[in-house]
């Protein structure tokens, strides 16, 4: 799958020679830390959109306006201007709107993958896809992450596997609540293979996370920690 670049990512592709590129794209490549909703190409972000606003929820019902929906897929599609690490954050509650209901979160999911794993050339040849369970009106934070699991099973177990995000901002006991739900799932043989501190980097307290990445490493989780992300 091709994908389009702007800015300095372009501008260093384009002093490469055709060779060069080649060279690149055949060596075999591992994504560590792709972000589900963070990854959507935006022909699935567009599609998806069409679907929400089109949908029979309410304008009470919908999570976000439709107009700050269509204004924020223009600027993705259009290539954002991310000076700041604060200012990609302002993207995803209308990504997220998106992605509320077990079937469109399993179409994002499926586009995500196809674009990193399908392909003559793929992005690359093992994929650890993160997310952070979410409670929508449709599903709960246990369905939310099994429905992510199953489209993975469409590819084998060495070429993707989950990390569990914890966001900074949660409360204790949805931080206790999605730790165990990915120990049981890790313990039921899906391929969940660790725990994520992730989120705005300038809020929450890490400290009270420590127990809980504990109790992950005793069920066999990996952890990972966004840590010094500004100064």
């Known amino acids: 799958m091709e994908f389009e670049t702007s800015g300095h990512a372009a501008q260093a592709l384009n002093t490469l020679t055709p060779s060069q590129i080649q060279f690149l794209q055949l060596l075999p490549k591992a994504e560590l830390h792709a972000h589900l909703n963070g990854s959507i190409p935006i022909t699935t972000l567009k599609k998806l959109a069409t679907e929400y606003l089109n949908s029979n929820s309410t304008p009470a019902a919908q999570t976000i306006s439709a107009d700050s929906i269509k204004q ?34 399993s179409q994002a999911t499926q586009a995500v993958l196809s674009a990193f794993l399908d392909g003559e050339i793929p992005q690359c040849q093992y994929l650890e896809l993160r997310t952070t369970p979410r409670e929508t009106d449709a599903m709960d934070r246990e369905r939310y992450l099994r429905v992510v699991l199953a489209e993975m099973r469409r590819y084998r177990p060495d070429q993707v596997a989950l990390i569990v995000s914890l966001d900074r901002r949660m409360k204790m006991d949805v931080v206790r609540d999605c730790v165990r739900i990915a120990s049981e799932l890790k313990a039921e043989g899906e391929r969940v293979v660790g725990i994520d501190l992730c989120g705005d980097p300038t809020v929450g307290d ?26």
Not at 82 to 91: E, Q
Request: glycine share 4%; aromatic share 16%; net charge neutral.
């Open 206 to 231: 890490m400290d009270e996370f420590v127990p809980w990445f504990a109790k992950a490493k005793e069920a066999g989780l990996g952890v990972t920690l966004h840590i010094a992300e500004v100064w």
């Open 72 to 105: 924020k897929i223009k600027i993705l599609a259009a290539g954002p201007s991310l000076s700041n690490i604060t200012d990609f954050f302002t993207f995803f509650p209308a990504i997220y709107a998106l992605t509320s209901t077990p079937k469109a979160l």
